[in-house]
């Protein structure tokens, strides 16, 4: 399985400013995705990145407040723009596996917004 | 439409008792299914995934679990548990997105506790 590391592990920021999130993979990978799970719930697709095409947001999630990079193969970077509390979560990305439908987890980013 | 539903938010269990952990799904087609875990402050971890063949899987830290298509369930057992199994576990499906792109989607989770 593919070793993911995120940065920040975890953060606190003021409301209204932004944070970038980095997600680096030790191999190539097609697809990436990132998550939210807010406190005591379960995770949420934010959106998809393939490398070379714009990410594809689900229902609920903009570009404007989650504008995500996607430069190579190995790395992808998500920004919370503008944040209220309410974007208080564990940001999580993942890598599709070898095998179909598959997707290993980075640790997440713990971000708590005042 | 694909969908996830885990029975108990929390369950409860004694050190060497039954670990079972219930997973519903709903599919129209044949499924692949997931159970993953979070232990504190951490990422997912996968524990075991199907997809095709042998309906009895089995994963890391003695885990297993049993896909069962005439129940739509995919429960996850461990004979004896270990206080270290104490997390929280995601059932999770995949959807088919596209051509070739795909979905997981996540069950709300079941908090495992194990008392001493």
């Known amino acids: 399985s593919a070793v993911i590391s995120q940065k920040p592990s975890r953060d606190i920021c003021q409301r209204g400013t932004s944070l970038t999130i980095q997600c680096q993979v030790d191999?190539?990978?097609?697809?990436m995705f990132w998550y939210r799970q807010q406190p005591g719930q379960s995770l949420t697709l934010i959106a998809t990145a393939n490398q070379g095409s714009e990410a594809t947001y689900e229902s609920g999630f903009v570009i404007d407040k989650f504008p995500i990079s996607r430069p190579n193969l190995t790395f992808s970077t998500l920004t919370v723009s503008n944040m209220s509390p309410e974007d208080s979560s564990i940001y999580l990305c993942?890598?599709?596996?070898?095998?179909?439908?598959?997707?290993?987890f980075g640790p997440g980013t713990r971000l708590t917004v005042l | 439409a694909q969908s996830v539903t885990q029975l108990g938010s929390h369950v409860s269990v004694s050190e060497g008792a039954l670990v079972l952990l219930r997973c519903n799904y709903s599919s129209s087609v044949p499924p692949y299914l997931f159970w993953y875990v979070q232990y504190p402050n951490q990422g997912l971890q996968l524990l075991l995934k199907?997809?095709?063949?042998?309906?009895l899987v089995k994963g890391i830290n003695g885990f297993e679990a049993e896909f069962k298509k005439s129940e739509t369930s995919f429960h996850l057992t461990k004979p004896s548990a270990h206080m270290s199994d104490a997390a929280e576990y995601f059932c999770a499906v995949s959807r088919q997105w596209g051509d070739s792109s795909y979905k997981l989607i996540f069950g709300s989770g079941t908090r495992l506790l194990v008392r001493p």
């Open positions: 199907y997809t095709t063949g042998a309906t």
């Open positions: 993942s890598v599709e596996g070898e095998l179909v439908n598959e997707q290993f």
């Open positions: 191999s190539q990978v097609t697809m």
